[in-house]
């Protein structure tokens, strides 16, 4: 079995960088164990209130259309009516991957891949343990996420920082493989702010009493509701 070649300092950061991730993440969880409860409570007393508001939301947005049918069709019967050709869609750039990041991004799902397959580790429970986290994770990168993050993720798995190898991939790569730990803070810190920065976070955190919120979303919803009918009314009488 081939012993992992990273420099020291490369293991301190990366060993530093799982410890910062753990600490968020377990900060998320607390916060998450502390809020859910409450939206729970909340959704639960305001439930007709929420109920009647997509109701009625999808009741003014069906009129909404008809009422844009209704003017088209008044349109095509006038002597000036000309027809508009469909907009095509121009994607930006950055969203579109070119041939060779798709044939690398298969490259690198493959590589990774052959090395952290659970079937690989069927001695060694907590290895495949691992190793079947590792694989929903890459193919969750392969499907969806951006080819810079597969890469670092390869880097991260070529390198042995998972689990031990036996040989190391074909693919070269100038990435640190320590750049997939730096993604994953960034995401967990991103997240945690803005979890406090949710409204329920807020109400919990700084209200003598929370619940008093029930009563300014049963005002909100209330306000929203009336309006709603409003609109409904008089778009009802105008189609």
């Given amino acids: 079995m081939m012993t992992n070649n990273l420099p020291s300092d490369t293991h301190a950061n990366r060993d530093l960088l799982k410890n910062?991730?753990?600490?968020?993440?377990k900060e998320l969880e607390r916060l998450e164990r502390m809020v859910f409860p409450f939206e729970k409570e909340l959704i639960t007393a305001l439930e007709s209130q929420i109920v009647e508001v997509q109701e009625l939301t999808s009741l003014y947005k069906q009129l909404q259309k008809a009422k844009k049918v209704k003017r088209f069709l008044q349109k095509q019967k006038g002597k000036n009516f000309v027809q508009q050709e469909s907009l095509r869609v121009v994607r930006n750039d950055e969203d579109v991957e070119t041939d060779y990041e798709?044939?690398?991004?298969?490259?690198?799902?493959?590589?990774?891949?052959i090395c952290v397959h659970p079937d690989k580790f069927?001695?060694?429970?907590d290895q495949k343990d691992i190793a079947t986290d590792a694989a929903s994770?890459?193919?969750?990168?392969?499907?969806?996420g951006r080819f810079?993050?597969?890469?670092?993720?390869?880097?991260y798995v070529m390198s042995g920082s998972l689990v031990e190898l036996e040989h190391r991939g074909s693919l070269k790569s100038d990435i640190d493989p320590n750049e997939y730990l730096e993604i994953q803070y960034q995401k967990v810190t991103l997240e945690l702010r803005a979890f406090k920065k949710k409204q329920t976070y807020i109400v919990l955190t700084t209200y003598e009493n929370p619940m008093d919120f029930l009563e300014e979303l049963k005002a909100y919803y209330s306000?929203?509701?009336?309006?709603?009918h409003k609109r409904t009314r008089k778009a009802k009488k105008k189609i």
Wanted: avoid cysteine; glycine fraction near 0%.
């Fill in 20 to 25: 910062k991730i753990a600490l968020k993440t």
């Fill in 137 to 144: 994770q890459l193919i969750d990168l392969y499907k969806n």
């Fill in 148 to 155: 810079e993050e597969l890469q670092a993720f390869h880097a």
């Fill in 102 to 113: 798709k044939k690398q991004r298969k490259a690198l799902y493959r590589e990774a891949m």
């Fill in 223 to 228: 306000d929203r509701i009336f309006k709603l």
């Fill in 122 to 125: 069927s001695i060694d429970s």
